[in-house]
């Protein structure tokens, strides 16, 4: 009698085993599980009572064109957010007294200079920023060179859109690489072919990458949940899996830094109700915008060691296309907006700021030299924006 019960409990602890292998595999988990559990310790949430400031980025993945629309359809889409933005969301103010900032990730591929234009006033009315993105596949150092440099140029002259440091006025923007595949992450070069980006990117100007994270994607990084610098390794791909936190030290000679969002294990809602789901930070359909995501986002403690205080949370989404729309500019981000605004007038510990790619940068550079002000003084501590620098356009 014991045997058979002995023999069906070593079966059922192998068949879940089985099945938990198989589930690792699946979703990639295996590129950043072991890292998530090394560092577990420091996968806490905020002290009771502890001051909380939530650094909100929205980084979208903008792409008007997104599953072959033609222009027309880019255009409706474009206009959509152009309209629907300030209506939905205008009302809402953070603990600085700004409405909610949202950064456009607009790819190099689908320029049309109507869709820019349109973004460009978005962000002149104080929403937000306009960024770059690119995908591309089998390319050369020498072309991506130029592409960057080119489309940088035009959202300057043309627009008035990016940024500049304060001290030399050089022209400087934020990256998003398309398909995930930075520094040619992808075996066979077909969704980038460049294996030294990071390199190119500094010498064109980006001050950070906003890739990650892209679990459940194979070309998520073993390094999650930090904000680090990165050094092209000649002849390797995937330079941006060895890095040095920021406030470790200075800052590495020819280093990029990446910004990720949060990747942490998520037991409220689990598959086949076992096993954890992945809290990536995605804004979706299947992953409404909710404050019931915020201590999952906290607890990834996405962090600059000397301000203890202030919580970089990274958000990405695809929002565009028509499908998106209802998430992020309906009645779902509304009750966010609304939830966080219900927090922070409750809560005297709880400061929400809303903050575009660009202000996450200084944020970072602020407080790697010991800045220990409010926010709002560090919004523009290295990079001003050009939105309002009419005198920048040719």
Known sequence: M???????????????????AWHVHRRQMMRWLPTYLSERSRSRPPEPGQDVHLLLLFADHFEPKMDGAGKEQGMQRVETWVREFPRQFGRFRD????PPRYTFFFPIEEYEPDYVERLAELCRAGF???????????????????????????????????????????????FIH???????AIAGGKYCGVENELAILRDTGCYADFTFPSAPHVTQPPIINAIYYACD???EPRSHEVGWPVGSGPQPPKSLMLVQGPLVLDWRHRKLGIFPATENGCLQASQLPSIERLPAWLRARVQVPSRSDWYFVKLHAH???EKAHETLL???????????ARLAQQDTHFHLHYV?????????????AGFAGPVREALDYQLLSNVSADSLRS
């Open 2 to 20: 014991y045997e058979w019960l002995a023999a069906i409990a070593a079966l059922a602890v192998l068949g879940l085993a089985a099945a938990l």
């Open 95 to 98: 603990s600085d007294g700004r």
């Open 128 to 174: 937000g920023e306009v960024e770059i993105h690119l995908h591309h596949g089998r390319d050369t150092a020498n072309n991506l060179r130029r592409r960057l440099v080119e489309f940088r140029d035009t959202l300057v002259k043309r627009h008035g859109l990016l940024s500049r440091h304060k001290d030399t006025g050089e022209i400087a923007y934020g």
């Open 178 to 184: 398309g398909n995930w595949s930075l520094c040619n």
């Open 233 to 235: 390794r000649p002849g």
């Open 319 to 321: 929002g565009a296309e």
């Open 330 to 340: 309906g009645p779902p981000m509304v009750r966010f907006h609304e939830e966080l």
């Open 356 to 368: 575009t790619a660009r202000e996450i940068y200084n944020l970072v550079k602020a407080a790697e």
